[in-house]
């Protein structure tokens, strides 16, 4: 089967670094994708890891090990319109499905 | 550029009602299509996958069907709904390169 544990909550003052740990056990790796989705609304993709290393856009940055089958979304400079709930997604090979955790719920303090 | 409608936005429906969700998209060809579901607070359950019309995938057994009668039409429904139906319905389509989902503005439905 396919599984991804991601932590339930994270909070961190504005300004802050903050680091969201995903962990993924699946059959057939693809890629690890990560969305951010606020109170109401639908996800909205923010980044994706193919192969190992670290992807960086903006504030953003993402992070893959196949061999360890863990990765991490990093987000630097935290504003207050950053609280929001991250998702890690695989997805399979082929391409034909992504399968999400249960999503980290980041709270950011002023 | 591509766009996806869903509708209606909201929804209130009693126990044993049937169901149908309409989801299209503009801009695209034989778009991958997506239906998930989210509980309050949790995260997406994959529902249906379809690669082309009438292809459809079912991740999870139970009383939805799911059915693609167009290139960019996804329609979900169900003959009679269940409480445990109620959820917020995202439909969403993949691009080419497999790397990001983009997601239509979701169905909140409450079954009562």
């Known amino acids: 089967g396919q599984s991804l544990e991601q932590p339930s909550e994270v909070t961190a003052v504005e300004g802050a670094i903050v680091q969201i740990n995903c962990t993924y056990q699946t059959s057939g790796f693809y890629g690890l994708s990560w969305y951010q989705q606020h109170d109401g609304g639908a996800p909205t993709f923010l980044s994706y890891n193919a192969l190992d290393g670290l992807e960086e856009t903006g504030r953003f940055s993402s992070f893959l090990s196949r061999s360890d089958s863990y990765g991490y979304l990093l987000l630097q400079e935290l504003q207050m319109k950053d609280s929001a709930s991250y998702f890690c997604a695989v997805i399979n090979t082929g391409g034909f499905k992504t399968i999400f955790g249960a999503g980290t719920r980041l709270f950011v303090k002023a | 550029s591509q766009t996806i409608h869903q509708w209606p936005a909201t929804l209130v429906q009693p126990v044993g009602s049937p169901l149908s969700l309409e989801c299209t998209v503009e801009g695209t060809s034989n778009p991958n299509l997506y239906w998930y579901r989210q509980a309050a607070g949790r995260g997406l359950q994959l529902l249906f996958y379809?690669?082309?019309?009438?292809?459809i995938s079912s991740e999870v057994p139970q009383n939805l069907s799911a059915s693609r009668p167009q290139d960019r039409q996804f329609i979900l429904s169900s003959k009679k709904l269940l409480l445990s139906d109620s959820g917020f319905y995202l439909c969403a389509w993949i691009s080419g390169s497999y790397n990001e989902q983009f997601f239509g503005p979701g169905t909140r439905l409450t079954v009562l």
């Open positions: 379809s690669v082309g019309i009438g292809q």
